[in-house]
C-alpha cells in the first residue's frame, strides 16, 4: 500500500523525470531515487509527479 506524505522534490539536477516535479508518496519510484542530501520539503511551484498521480 502505498504511503502519503508531505510534498517533497529535489534540489539539485538529478534525472529530469525528478527535477521537474514534486512528489507526494514515500514509495514513489522517482521520488525515492533522491538522494537524501538533494531532498527538499514542498512543492516548489512544480506540477505533480505523474508516478504520485497513478499512486492514488
Known amino acids: 500500500m502505498a504511503v502519503k506524505c508531505d510534498p ?7 534525472k529530469p523525470e525528478q527535477r ?4 507526494d508518496y514515500k514509495d514513489c519510484p522517482q521520488g525515492s531515487r533522491i538522494k537524501p542530501e538533494n ?8 506540477p505533480r509527479c505523474d508516478d504520485c498521480i497513478d499512486m492514488d
Open 20 to 23: 521537474d516535479v514534486y512528489h
Open 39 to 46: 531532498w527538499q520539503s514542498g512543492k516548489d511551484g512544480r
Open 8 to 14: 517533497y522534490h529535489t534540489i539539485t539536477e538529478e
